[in-house]
Antibody, heavy 118, light 110 residues
Framework: EVQLVESGGGLVQPGGSLRLSCAAS????????MSWVRQAPGKGLEWVAN????????YYVDSVKGRFTISRDNAKNSLYLQMNSLRAEDTAVYYC???????????WGQGTTVTVSS | QSALTQPASVSGSPGQSITISCTGT?????????VSWYQQHPGKAPKLMIY???NRPSGVSNRFSGSKSGNTASLTISGLQAEDEADYYC??????????FGGGTKLTVL
């Protein structure tokens, strides 16, 4: 079964850091671009970042550039999102998603919740 | 970059057809045939319904169809069913090699 499972969410103070993980199974992880997408409470979806199969290309939404870093470990079938200098507006459910082609996110995890609050 | 523009809500009766629009610019929707549509039920992860403007993933009902004209893409759901009630989001590949989502549309089945 094709599956993505996120972990690492939690409560963090403003200015703090958190590292999200996404474990992939049931498909050849190293063959796909991967993405992070977030959804603030009661709001719509926002694409956050994506990474090429070999990690050589990475792209970010402007609001997280310089604060978030996407990475992957193909040997461990895992995707990561290092989040630094967290702000209240980063509070959201964070989903990892498999990227098929130029933007079709065809497999999604169940999400992990990040809350930034003092 | 601003979100793609979708109507906040649409509604229809069972059996009817509805269309949700998604308007962008020549740097995203109009510039590439890489528009996708997602369905999201409350508390659930999004589900891909349409990719590359008009292609359906395996397992998605043929009641769902997509199209594009200029800077506006559209999702049409025919033969509306109660289980179609959900939030729908469009997304597009952009000239910056990023993805951009629409603000979302709440579909109510009357």
């Amino acid at each position: 079964e094709v599956q993505l499972v996120e972990s690492g969410g939690g409560l963090v103070q403003p200015g703090g850091s958190l590292r999200l993980s996404c474990a992939a199974s049931g498909f050849t992880f190293s063959s796909y671009w991967m993405s992070w997408v977030r959804q603030a409470p009661g709001k719509g979806l926002e694409w956050v970042a994506n990474i090429k199969q070999d990690g050589s290309e990475k792209y970010y939404v402007d609001s997280v550039k310089g604060r978030f870093t996407i990475s992957r470990d193909n040997a461990k079938n895992s995707l990561y999102l290092q989040m630094n200098s967290l702000r209240a507006e980063d509070t959201a459910v964070y989903y990892c998603a498999r990227t098929a082609g130029r933007g079709g996110l065809d497999v999604w995890g169940q999400g992990t919740t990040v809350t930034v609050s003092s | 970059q601003s979100a793609l523009t979708q109507p906040a809500s649409v509604s229809g009766s069972p059996g009817q057809s509805i269309t949700i629009s998604c308007t962008g610019t020549s740097s995203d929707v109009g510039g590439y045939n890489y528009v996708s549509w997602y369905q999201q039920h409350p508390g659930k992860a999004p589900k891909l319904m349409i990719y590359d403007v008009s292609n359906r993933p395996s397992g998605v009902s043929n009641r769902f169809s997509g199209s594009k004209s200029g800077n506006t893409a559209s999702l049409t759901i025919s033969g509306l069913q109660a289980e179609d009630e959900a939030d729908y989001y469009c997304s597009s590949y952009t000239s910056s090699s990023t993805l951009l989502f629409g603000g979302g549309t709440k579909l109510t089945v009357l």
